[in-house]
């Protein structure tokens, strides 16, 4: 049998690496977290868990809420089987993430935040103001709420250096010299002149949690993050404040595109794009997003609808966006008020009633129609002022007027007249597909106060439910066909 030439380069094409994926199983090489605070006397804890025997190199970004400029980023070395523990807490009228874990963090961390002997790290304002000001806040409380990613940049794998030996912790659990680690970085360090020396590529392995934490309140919010596996085939291992790894640092496929494996409709789309941040985008891509709520004030229940736009920045933001004239998937460039993206909801109760909330078709003049303006937003769906996470965020949709409880159903391919939005679509892939709405994570937070259970003892519940979504791809040629 001969295999002709045409044949050889369809199974070469076929035969490049696995596109990315959203991980099912949350085990991979990226994890997203769609929300942190430190508002309001709360904290954030973080987890992060190495499942493998391997020595993890991993990169810590930390985003603001408002058009996502770094915060925050430093490496951490998580030794075989290791778990890293820190906590995002107010420092001052700023923020820091500190620590009580022994794993080696590049930079070390500073051992003393408000006088305690803790080792922390400071969030900085930096990327948003001064010669960075981007027409947002300038404010220190900007850093307060957000998202944030890990990327592995690869194993440790080779022991030459006496680094793997330097991560790993001995009976003591403690590792044996963070020192060696934060030396490699220096100048004339081992990493500073070749930063792939003694690691692999990255090969997942990696879960993690958060929990938004008021102690005084007895409020306790657990967020899991989003998952990516095959984000890079290659080692991404970079100095601590360095911009990579990022969503646009993925790796290419043998055509020299960038591909991701979308779930639509119980079926699995492969989609090739020529920038990485839009196969990124396309793992994210939902058209509509699905939640319960609960807005009772008699069971004195608060609900807020948190939604991040992981790579909302790459498209709105003029110092990341190279210039763009078109901002697809979102609406326009980061201005004073945010980057505004409509949406459009319809609100249920639980016996199937729908009417009309604000932003409807009947709004009265002058009325703001619903729409999403940060990289990570926060609608408390209760009267101002009231919000179960805190939130400084808060956007104006109050619908405790309509339904107590019930279920919103969020169109984000449609306005709040309902009117679709042309802009909220991904580049066209190399297939001719085009994924509708907008990328997108997040989830619902309830909390309810009771007072009535014992004499002088307030009792709070608190729970966490993420964001149910569907996807919808289209050709390019025809919209009313649906990819195959």
């Not at 909801?345 to 703001?368: K, V």
Request: glycine fraction near 8%.
């Amino acid at each position: 049998m001969t295999v002709s030439a045409a044949c050889l380069v369809a199974l070469a094409a076929s035969s490049s690496a696995g596109a990315m994926t959203l991980s099912a199983r949350r085990v991979g090489q990226v994890l997203e977290f769609p929300y942190y605070t430190a508002n309001a006397n709360q904290g954030t804890l973080i987890t992060l868990v190495n499942t493998t025997e391997h020595v993890k190199a991993l990169k810590l970004r930390f985003h603001e809420a408002y058009n996502g400029r770094t915060v925050a980023s430093f490496n951490v070395y998580l030794s075989p089987f290791d778990v890293w523990t820190a906590d995002i807490v107010a420092n001052g009228d700023a923020t820091a993430l500190a620590t009580r874990d022994n794993s080696c963090t590049v930079p070390a961390f500073s051992t003393s935040l408000g006088g305690v002997n803790i080792a922390n790290v400071a969030f900085s304002s930096a990327a948003y103001t001064g010669a960075q000001a981007d027409g947002g806040p300038a404010t220190a409380g900007r850093m307060r709420e957000g998202h944030f990613e890990v990327f592995e940049m690869g194993e440790v794998t080779n022991d030459a250096h006496g680094l793997i030996t330097a991560v790993e912790h001995g009976s003591n659990g403690v590792p044996a010299d963070c020192g060696k680690v934060v030396a490699a970085w220096n100048m004339g360090g081992l990493w500073a002149a070749n930063s792939s020396a003694d690691l692999s590529a990255p090969t997942g392995g990696l879960y993690g949690s958060t929990a938004i934490v008021n102690a005084a309140q007895g409020t306790f919010f657990t967020v899991a993050p989003t998952t990516i596996d095959g984000f890079s085939s290659g080692i991404q291992h970079t100095p601590p404040q360095d911009a990579a790894p990022d969503f646009d640092t993925a790796s290419t496929q043998v055509d020299g595109k960038y591909a991701a494996s979308v779930d639509v409709g119980g079926h699995i789309v492969e989609a090739r794009f020529s920038k990485a941040v839009d196969a990124v985008s396309a793992l994210f891509m939902s058209e509509k997003l699905f939640n319960e709520y609960v807005v009772s004030a008699s069971a004195g229940a608060q609900t807020d609808w948190v939604s991040t736009f992981p790579t909302k920045r790459f498209y709105v933001d003029p110092a990341l966006n190279h210039g763009l004239t078109s901002l697809q998937p979102f609406d326009g460039a980061f201005g004073a008020d945010g980057a505004c993206a409509p949406f459009n909801s319809q609100q249920f109760d639980r016996e199937e009633l729908t009417m009309a909330p604000a932003g409807f078709p009947e709004q009265p003049p002058g009325t703001i129609a619903p729409q999403f303006c940060h990289e990570t937003s926060v609608i408390a769906l209760t009267p101002a002022g009231s919000s179960a996470l805190k939130t400084s965020l808060t956007e104006p949709f109050d619908v405790s007027s309509v339904f107590s409880s019930g279920h919103f159903i969020i169109d984000l391919t449609n306005d709040g007249h309902f009117h679709p939005i042309d802009n909220h679509r991904l580049t066209t892939s190399a297939e001719g597909f085009v994924l509708l709405g907008l990328p997108e994570v997040g989830f619902v937070a309830e909390n309810f106060v009771n007072a009535n259970v014992t004499a002088g003892v307030l009792a709070n519940y608190s729970g966490v439910y993420p964001h149910k979504s569907t996807a919808k791809c289209v050709l390019a040629t025809d919209a009313t066909k649906a990819c195959p």
